[in-house]
């Protein structure tokens, strides 16, 4: 389905969690105060900059203290809740930080070629994604720039959204939120 892009686009739904992810986790005690680490219980400087846990093929990560727990099919504040709960068990007022590390975004230049560009902050947008991969080259066709991506209605069904980036509409258009996995194809 091919459809053009508008101002006023709906906000981009919160990230699922799949195999394959590789995610940072925090876990603090006493509603955030105090850091701990879940394998020896007290506070420790690699456990200030999290830990990162891979999603295995399954949908579950190997935790300490858990042992092997299904995340597959959370979202991020989804999974934190349920973690806080079962950390509960072992920690007091658990809190638990997520994030996924290795969210991607491919992008065809328009100059033949194409690269991966990893999606650092939960709001990243078109023109952020295309600026870090060096922006459309002189061959490239600002007014045929397509987004494709995951449409959640109809999995398996992307959506493409063509987008007009020589005019100020399209500049405003834009502004849509790139999700991981999303497709970037200037012609």
């Known amino acids: 389905k091919l459809s053009a892009a508008e101002p006023m686009l709906k906000p981009t739904p919160e ?17 955030g105060y105090d850091l701990v680490n879940v394998t020896e219980g007290f506070v420790n400087q690699q456990f200030q900059r999290g830990v990162e846990y891979l999603v295995r093929y399954d949908g579950k990560m190997k935790l300490p203290l858990l042992d092997r727990v299904s995340i597959e099919g959370f979202s991020i504040s989804e ?14 007022d658990p809190f638990v930080k997520l994030s ?3 969210r991607r975004v491919l992008v065809f230049h328009g100059r ?5 560009i990893t999606i650092e902050n939960e709001k990243t947008n078109l023109i952020e994604v295309l600026a870090r991969a060096g922006g459309i080259g002189a061959s490239g ?11 959640p209605l109809d999995p398996g069904n992307p959506e493409i959204i063509l987008i007009d ?3 100020i509409k399209g500049i405003k258009s834009a502004s849509i939120e790139i999700q991981a996995n ?3 194809y200037v012609e």
């Open 112 to 116: 033949g070629e194409g690269e991966v």
């Open 79 to 92: 999974a934190e809740t349920m973690l806080e709960k079962r950390y509960g068990a072992y920690i007091k």
């Open 100 to 102: 996924v590390k290795n």
């Open 165 to 167: 980036l020589s005019t």
């Open 141 to 151: 066709k600002a007014y045929k720039v397509k987004l494709i991506q995951e449409n």
């Open 15 to 31: 990230y699922i969690v799949r195999a394959g992810d590789i995610i940072l986790m925090e876990v603090y005690s006493n509603e």
């Open 182 to 184: 999303d497709i970037v």
